[in-house]
């Protein structure tokens, strides 16, 4: 461990020398010939924030010095058409400004592109007046915010969206054998489908598409989309962090997710899920299994199969359990599942006994009765 520490501090170290070294060749500062400082000159002006803004290395047209050129070779200029052809870039980084009085209107000119720093200066203008306009239409950033999440979960190659919201669709760690088999998966990939064959197959009419929908339409499929989202999974946290998840982010999704459960009341029993040897009891010790079945259905059906081997016992309490609408503590809500819970063993209803336990009884009773107190120790 210790040798492996020491091998990673050397790497990190290699990487911040090649990082001063990159540093130091990219912020050089510029460095001209004095030859080219006698006929170059400087833009100063004031930035937005006050500070002053200083451009060098620009040269004007006419101070250019010309090149001969070889044997064969053709005139840029001529190439570019003539000498009205403008600005022209210089070498090593100069630029080069039409000569001072010149109209500037040559054909050339208005064909070049507008600098990259005025572009970027313009646009994020545009941005903040498309900021302000987009929060005075709710229906058009509902639309938005639908389109990015159809993105994600229906064009999973594209991200095409000036809308920087994604859809991180949620695909479980040690997912367990057979979940995509549960009632849950299955409508969920029922209503995937039934919207993929709605959808249109390029993303760039999507858009369109979207707006076509009405309000009730669109509602569905963004909650469809934010569903694939939703990510409640109690993740094993690894021993040595590897920076996607720590137990206090767990912890922290797993709250939030309770909120969300109480707010559309989920109901796994109604939603299908039974605590059966497979998915729960074989996984769990006998001293659970019997607090478990004590807890669902009172101590005394607990009592009549705690002397059963862990096979036996993890079947007997699925068949105790079926119908007794119980959950396992990490599956419940608080404040929804809690309070359902109520107490088994004062509720008279648990108090009868199940058809094949019931059966058992009988078949104990008067005949074994000196094996009784063995059955419960």
Not at 101 to 106: K, N
Not at 182 to 193: F, K, L, V, Y
Request: with cysteine; aromatic share 6%; charged share 30%.
């Amino acid at each position: 461990m210790v040798r492996g520490a020491g091998r990673a501090a050397e790497v990190h170290a290699r990487i911040d020398a090649i990082d001063a070294e990159l540093g130091a060749l990219v912020d050089r500062p510029l460095v001209f010939d004095p030859a080219e400082m006698g006929r170059a000159g400087a833009f100063v002006s004031i930035d937005r924030d006050g500070s002053v803004r200083n451009e060098r290395g620009f040269v004007r047209a006419e101070d250019e010095p010309e090149r001969e050129l070889a044997d064969g070779e053709a005139d840029p200029e001529t190439e570019a058409g003539g000498e009205g052809s403008g600005l022209r870039g210089g070498g090593d980084g100069d630029h080069v400004i039409p000569p001072v009085g010149s109209d500037g209107e040559d054909e050339s000119d208005a064909l070049r592109p507008l600098p990259d720093r005025l572009v970027s200066d313009l646009t994020a203008w545009r941005t903040l007046a498309l900021q302000d306009a987009f929060a005075q239409d709710p229906a058009i950033a509902f639309a938005a915010v639908l389109h990015a999440l159809v993105l994600g979960c229906f064009y999973s190659a594209t991200r095409e969206s000036c809308v920087e919201i994604a859809a991180n669709r949620v695909y479980f760690s040690n997912a367990p054998t057979n979940l995509r088999d549960c009632a849950p998966a299955q409508a969920i990939d029922a209503r995937a489908s039934a919207w993929k064959e709605r959808l249109p197959q390029d993303d760039k009419e999507l858009w369109d598409f979207l707006l076509t929908l009405d309000g009730e339409e669109q509602a569905k499929l963004l909650a469809h989309c934010t569903s694939l989202c939703v990510n409640a999974q109690a993740e094993i946290v690894p021993k040595y962090d590897n920076g996607r998840i720590s137990a206090h982010g767990v912890a922290r999704r797993i709250a939030h997710s309770d909120v969300l459960a109480r707010a559309v009341g989920l109901d796994l029993v109604a939603a299908g899920w039974r605590p059966t040897v497979e998915g729960y009891f074989r996984s769990v010790t006998k001293p659970r299994i019997l607090a478990d079945v004590a807890e669902a259905r009172g101590t005394q059906f607990a009592e009549m199969i705690d002397h059963l081997k862990k096979a036996d016992m993890a079947r007997e309490a699925e068949r105790l359990l079926e119908d007794a609408a119980w959950l396992p503590e990490p599956m419940r809500t608080p404040g929804l599942d809690d309070a359902e819970l109520g107490d088994a063993e004062g509720d008279p209803a648990d108090s009868e006994l199940p058809p094949f336990l019931a059966e058992d009884a009988v078949e104990l009773d008067g005949a074994n009765d000196a094996e009784l107190p063995v059955a419960a120790e």
